[in-house]
């Protein structure tokens, strides 16, 4: 039972009982509820400010380190490009420019992607800039690394048609030295056996004993080997692709045939002196392109400089062609 309060009424000089009103304890219950309210709000506004939860600490070292991995990332992209950047460079500065493709520009490697922002989802977040930064550095990356593996299949591609190139180009003395009499003729202005009439004489003639071993100077194929050319008697020519055709004329025989595949000194003839020749010899031409060049540039394959020296030296002498 509460306890009743009373209070000193001087009219009566008596005691009377203090009587509660409803409303006035309405009143004060209110204002206890709001004070309370509003105590509590604040509480928690600071709390939630300045007192971190056991998960908040959780998520703040989360997010410290996701920032942390995100430095790593980019440590090591850096590192990835230097790496891209060196290859890139031998690629341009030797690769490419050994294999005549013209070098890739930097701008194309390094390019963006333009159109939409690809990295609008990234947006909205406390670390957004370093979010999407990273993410674009890596595109980039990974665009260049597929530009530089295109380019690479490319230089491969090129290797191996340039591996074809050297093996078909006529590189060789199409008779061996030790087989040879002597450097008879070379090219250029000549005078003609039969005629006695400078002329240009549009191949080399190596002089040697009929039956000596003629062999191909370069990878081919063998698109004739007839005696139908006017003065070459029976003949051989070759097709080494690339524009390249070698001629082996006045043959005693043939030791291949029509659409053969050859390689680089394999037997094709012999010497002989069929056609338009005054002595057993082999007359040898190179074209290019349709073109009849000087075949005195292509020995570089079995010949020493010495040996290439005095073979220019007698190639040189204008005396008189066997042909």
């Known amino acids: 039972m509460g306890k009743v309060k009373y209070y000193y009424d001087p009219e009566t000089l008596s005691y009377r ?6 409303r006035t304890t309405f009143k004060y219950a209110t204002m206890f509820i709001l004070a309370s309210a509003l105590f509590g709000f604040l509480f928690v506004f600071i709390a939630s400010h300045y007192i971190e939860s056991p998960k908040e600490r959780e998520l703040a070292r989360e997010l410290e380190n996701m920032q942390l991995q995100y430095k790593l990332l980019n440590k090591r992209m850096d590192e990835a490009i230097a790496a891209l950047e060196n290859v890139e460079e031998r690629d341009n500065a030797i690769y490419r420019l050994y294999f005549e493709a013209n070098p890739i520009p ?21 670390n957004s800039q370093l979010i999407a930064e990273s993410n674009k550095r890596l595109d980039i990356l990974e665009k260049a690394i597929v530009i530089q593996s295109k380019s690479l299949d490319e230089i491969a591609k090129l290797a191996e048609d340039k591996e074809k190139l050297l093996e078909s180009i006529p590189a060789i003395q199409p008779v061996n030295n030790e087989d040879l009499t002597r450097m008879a003729s070379g090219y250029g202005y000549r005078t003609d056996p039969f005629t006695k009439v400078r002329k240009f004489h549009f191949g080399m003639d190596f002089t040697a004993p ?10 081919g ?13 029976k003949h051989i020519r070759i097709d080494h692709g690339y524009g390249y055709v070698s001629l082996y004329a006045h043959l005693y025989k043939y030791n291949v045939r029509v659409n053969q595949r050859v390689k680089r000194g394999d037997l094709i003839g012999y010497v002989g002196s069929t056609g338009r020749s005054e002595a057993p010899h082999l007359h040898y031409e190179i074209f290019k392109d349709g073109e009849r060049i000087n075949p005195i540039n292509f ?8 040996e290439f020296d005095e073979l220019l030296k007698k190639a040189s002498l204008e005396n008189q062609s066997l042909d």
């Open 17 to 22: 009982k203090i009587k509660k009103q409803k």
């Open 106 to 126: 930097e701008e194309q490697r390094r390019a963006g992607f333009g159109g939409i922002n690809r990295y609008k989802k990234y947006e909205g977040y406390d």
């Open 210 to 219: 009929r039956g000596t071993p003629v062999y191909a100077t370069g990878n």
């Open 221 to 233: 194929i063998v698109k004739r080997a007839d005696n139908r050319a006017t003065g070459y008697g």
């Open 299 to 306: 020995y570089y394959g079995n010949l020493s400089p010495e």
